[in-house]
């Protein structure tokens, strides 16, 4: 096998020369599934999540969630499930040999062979997604827009959350979410500097809106995510998280931060806290309360627009290869999707073939405008 990357080929010679533990280099990434409808493939995943269920025989099969940087996939082993039921559990790492194939219109895989991976024998860059953006320049944008603060009291509070080393290392690294939208490595950091630069815009022109509070929320609104996820292997929620939610770990730790900023006034406290327990919006989204000054409101519908806006990028992304405009069904916005680009793209016809001349002769050989182009070896339109 041929690796593009110079790291893993200085790697996988070295482990090769000296001996050291094989790293299994992945080929197959579950964004891949498309290409390879209806064949077996080997390659190792992350177990997101595991259930052990009963056939209607009464014998178990194993119900798995796998999981890769490029996406996660269902899988199903009907077969000699006794002999791996305890051999691995969530969060350990696979090498699973089975079929490709569609069910419902979804993808899923048809385990026939599996085995538990050292962590030894992984890259962990594989196994989760991560942001394509600088993240030192995205953090870097939040602190020039706190920088442009009015209000001392909201300024000293953000810019003591961001002089929180630990605070920091795991804001710039953290999920906004563990599936709905911007699951994955950095997505936090990115979901907040597009709804900074969303509720700057929004401000100017709702000019009775006290944009330091709202940057404010924006920045506090998510910010208990660090403490309600776990994302070393796979995306899952903490026991913490579980029990309480990331809304009472923000107002918790902003309790915490507002001991190092003395003179905060009550008032101003109050409106922080309401921001963070309104900004879901409605009471069957979570919320305990629901949005009740200018701030909040704009706030808990920003923040919706940039979740369904993300939502729809990434599965644009996800089905890119798939046939025709519409997209399978997307669970948390309750529907399928059309995609302009590919709706609005001008249909491809083939040309019409030229007519032989009669009788052959010096003519008979097609121009060169007239042979055909094999997919892949056209020009680049």
Not at 345 to 363: E, L, T, V, W
Request: charged share 25%; aromatic share 10%; glycine share 6%.
């Amino acid at each position: 096998m041929a690796y593009s990357d110079p790291a893993r080929v200085l790697q996988h010679s070295l482990n090769s020369q000296y001996g050291y533990t094989h790293i299994f280099m992945k080929d197959f990434y579950i964004c891949d599934c498309a290409r390879h409808e209806n064949k077996v493939i080997t390659s190792t995943f992350v177990v997101v999540a595991k259930q052990i269920k009963p056939k209607k025989t009464g014998e178990p099969y194993l119900a798995l969630t796998l999981g890769d940087r490029s996406g996660q996939l269902e899988a199903k082993m009907w077969d000699n499930v006794d002999d791996v039921l305890e051999a691995f559990e969530q969060d350990d790492f696979l090498k699973v040999k089975g079929l490709i194939n569609k069910y419902k219109q979804r993808f899923q895989l048809t385990i026939h062979k599996l085995r538990k991976l050292a962590d030894s024998e992984i890259e962990f860059d594989d196994y989760l997604p991560k942001t394509a953006k600088d993240v030192d320049a995205q953090w870097q944008t939040l602190t020039d827009f706190v920088a442009t603060f009015q209000n001392a009291h909201l300024q000293a509070l953000v810019q003591a959350f961001m002089s929180d080393p630990e605070i920091a290392a795991a804001y710039r690294s953290a999920p906004a979410a563990k599936t709905l939208h911007h699951a994955y490595i950095g997505g936090l950091l990115d979901h907040v500097v597009s709804l900074f630069r969303s509720c700057d815009l929004v401000c100017r022109n709702y000019p009775q809106i006290n944009r330091d509070l709202l940057l404010t929320g924006a920045f506090l609104h998510d910010i208990g995510k660090i403490h309600e996820l776990t994302f070393k292997r796979s995306f899952s929620y903490t026991t913490k998280g579980q029990l309480l939610g990331h809304m009472v770990i923000e107002l918790e730790m902003l309790q915490a931060k507002l001991a190092s900023v003395p003179g905060f006034p009550d008032e101003l406290k109050t409106m922080v806290e309401h921001l963070i327990i309104s900004h879901h919006g409605e009471y069957e989204f979570g919320s305990p309360k629901l949005p009740m000054f200018p701030e909040a409101l704009m706030l808990h519908y920003l923040d919706d627009l940039d979740s369904k806006m993300e939502a729809m990028r990434a599965q644009f992304e996800r089905e890119a290869v798939a046939d025709g405009p519409w997209t399978s069904y997307n669970a948390s916005l309750g529907r399928p999707l059309l995609n302009p680009e590919k709706y609005l793209a001008p249909a491809k016809s083939a040309a019409p073939a030229a007519a032989a001349p009669r009788n052959g002769g010096p003519d008979s050989n097609p121009s060169p405008a007239e042979i055909p182009v094999l997919p892949g070896l056209g020009p680049r339109a």
